[in-house]
């Protein structure tokens, strides 16, 4: 088990060298650079060619990789020339507010998905499963800022139950009970609305699980042992049939912390997708490269935390 | 008699196809007695696992009409709550496939246990100590160490001694092998056979057998029931059967198996397949399509189970004037007839 994890996280590391190697690559590829649009057009050239040579700018390009990379180690990401922030601080805020709706979103979508996928599974081609699989289709098919109006038509202004923009109310200090509270409400709508997508995948790979697992000759052999109806599903199908929603659980988790540009944009919520998107509209490349480091290594990270899932949950995959 | 372990009367078991249900048992009646080892034998799809999954209750999606009284009591009355105490305790299943029979995320000492721990309240060493000895019982070397083990780990053979020491686990009274040999290795059938046979002296137990080798009912059973197209067509005590086989399928089947002194000659293969289950005609001798040879009139109308001689019986008159189309003597024209007409066929293509 510790042996597995070992060898799974040694083979990680060229893979994030390779992914920070494209991403220099690609972000020097992008038009212009720190200091074009920055400056203003009446600086002399031979001025603006200083600066360049000040900031390293005119390096060989292995020069400004390592200078990158070296400064990134020392926990100096750069600086956003467009907000004069350094990046780290620009990227803090944004990061925090989507760990959390990430982790809102995740529970919501197991904590409504799983249920689901068991009594679809389960009770197949009943009529209650014909209207799980059905939404799930619906899901599919829906692209995800519908969902996200809806629900913020219904639950924000028709009902009035929840805030309808913002992390935050407006005025409240930062540290006391009503400032959590606060945070916890503006969260509930946008979760909301990603879980009700999210839950799709889930609700569908644990449906199919069930089924296929159903019929297995040790399903009938628990059966034959006298094992309860009940139990059969508990301790005999249901941990074979989410096998494969463990194994996606890593993606899942990454790709939510990547943020979700639409029901950010819809709630006005800010975090990762639209500083994303902010950040390569106005060709803040500081900020957007190290974002797409972060997602390219959250990608592998989540591959990672996957692997070490899936080796958990079953013993065959611990072997080699 | 009154003493049988389990009596099957009328047993029918019915599948949905389209909607509608097609019997793929069909009024199977038959006997088991304690301590006594019947084997049923027929081909792929001739009924003989349904029945036995019939006895345990074990379809999904079927309907089964009849009477099973096991120990005097007619378990297709029973709630699937009191089917559960008679399951792996009273009435225990070996099943075909050991590499699939097992559930790959459970250690085998706890697939064991389950089953312990269902039937007798046993405190948790006592299942785990018992679990073990089992595992010793049915000849598993390292049974602390198999124990702790994943089934991936083990052979196919050692997988299979698991599930016979599950099957066991609480001394069944009935014990229902279904084809447990099949999926294993020539070398490991012997053992495996062995060890049920040995367990089955032990227990005293009765064994119902289901198998399509010949081989094995000669080695375990005492008395043979060979079933075709969902039917019971010829029951026999074992040394009869292979002596003086009746029915014409029986004979077919006998004939099929390779002998010494046909070497080098071209084996007896019975053509053509069991009808399927909603294109069969049900009020005539079931086996009369593959025999085509034999006139129509042999046969009767709604063939019945007749006993023959004490333990003996042969369903439909067909067999009196059946001869085997490869038997020198009488077949012999209509082999060659046969073949010429093959012939025929071969160098049309």
Request: glycine content about 8%; charged content about 20%.
């Amino acid at each position: 088990m510790l042996k597995f994890t070992i060898r799974r996280l040694i083979i990680s590391f060229p893979q994030i060298i390779l992914l920070s190697i494209l991403v220099f690559f690609l972000g020097s590829l992008m038009p212009g650079d720190a200091l074009s649009g920055l400056i203003d057009p009446t600086v002399p050239i031979e001025q603006i060619e200083r600066l360049r040579e000040q900031m390293g700018l005119n390096n060989p390009w292995y020069i400004q990789y390592r200078d990158w990379i070296v400064a990134m180690l020392q926990g100096d990401f750069g600086h956003s020339f467009f907000k004069q922030q350094p990046v780290l601080d620009v990227i803090g805020d944004r990061m925090l507010n989507t760990v959390w709706l990430s982790l809102f979103s995740a529970v919501l979508i197991y904590l409504i998905g799983i249920p689901l996928g068991l009594i679809s599974g389960r009770w197949n081609d009943s009529p209650l499963d014909s209207l799980i699989t059905g939404y799930t289709y619906l899901g599919f098919a829906t692209p995800t800022f519908i969902f996200g109006l809806v629900v913020l038509l219904l639950f924000g202004y028709t009902l009035g139950w929840f805030p309808t923009g913002g992390s935050v109310g407006a005025g409240i200090t930062p540290g006391t009970f009503e400032y959590v509270i606060s945070k916890i409400q503006h969260l509930v709508l946008p979760s909301f609305a990603i879980a009700l997508i999210g839950l799709v995948g889930t609700v569908q790979y644990l449906r199919s699980g069930i089924i296929e697992t159903k019929q297995k000759d040790f399903i009938t052999l628990a059966r034959a042992k006298g094992v309860s109806e009940g139990k059969v599903y508990t301790k005999h199908i249901f941990r074979n049939s989410i096998l494969p929603i463990a194994a996606f659980f890593g993606y899942e988790i990454t790709a939510l912390l990547g943020g979700s540009l639409f029901i950010e944009t819809i709630y006005g919520y800010p975090g990762m997708g639209r500083l994303f998107l902010e950040s390569i509209s106005i060709r803040d490349f500081s900020v957007a490269n190290v974002l797409i480091l972060m997602y390219g290594m959250l990608a592998i990270i989540g591959t990672l935390l996957s692997d070490i899932i899936l080796s958990i949950v079953d013993p065959r995959i611990r072997i080699k | 008699m009154g003493e049988e372990l389990l009596s099957v009367k009328n047993l029918t078991t019915s599948f949905k196809i389209d909607g509608t249900y097609y019997p793929a048992v069909d009024g199977v009646s038959l006997d088991i007695m304690p301590n006594e080892v019947v084997a049923l034998v027929g081909e792929s799809g001739s009924g003989k696992s349904a029945t036995a999954f019939s006895l345990m209750k074990l379809h999904r999606n079927a309907r089964i009409e009849g009477q099973v009284e096991f120990e005097g009591k007619d378990l297709l009355k029973f709630s699937e709550k009191k089917m559960n105490n008679i399951r792996g305790g009273e009435m225990a299943m070996i099943f075909q496939d050991p590499m699939t029979a097992l559930n790959p995320l459970m250690k085998i000492k706890l697939q064991i246990m389950e089953t312990l721990k269902i039937h007798k309240t046993k405190t948790k060493s006592e299942r785990e100590s018992y679990a073990i000895e089992l595992l010793s019982r049915v000849g598993i070397p390292n049974p602390e160490r198999v124990g702790e083990a994943f089934p991936h780990e083990l052979s196919g053979g050692m997988r299979q001694r698991v599930v016979i020491a599950i099957a066991i686990a609480n001394r069944p009274r009935l014990l229902i092998a279904d084809e447990p040999t099949t999926a294993l290795d020539v070398t490991i059938q012997a053992q495996i056979l062995d060890l049920i046979r040995e367990l089955q002296g032990d227990l005293g137990s009765g064994v119902l057998l289901i198998t399509h080798d010949l081989g094995v009912v000669a080695e375990m059973a005492d008395r043979v029931a060979v079933m075709y197209a969902g039917q019971i067509v010829e029951i026999a005590p074992v040394r009869e059967l292979f002596k003086d086989p009746k029915h014409p399928y029986t004979r077919s089947l006998l004939n099929s198996l390779p002998h010494e002194d046909q070497m080098g000659s071209k084996l007896h293969v019975i053509e053509g397949v069991v009808p399927a289950l909603n294109k069969m005609e049900r009020d005539s001798c079931r086996f009369a399509q593959r025999i085509p040879w034999i006139p129509a009139e042999a046969h009767e109308h709604n063939p019945e189970l007749r006993e023959i001689s004490p333990g003996h019986h042969v369903r439909c008159t067909c067999y009196k004037d059946f001869y085997l189309k490869s038997d020198p003597s009488i077949g012999l024209q209509v082999e060659q007839q046969q073949m010429a007409a093959d012939a025929e066929e071969v160098t049309k293509e």
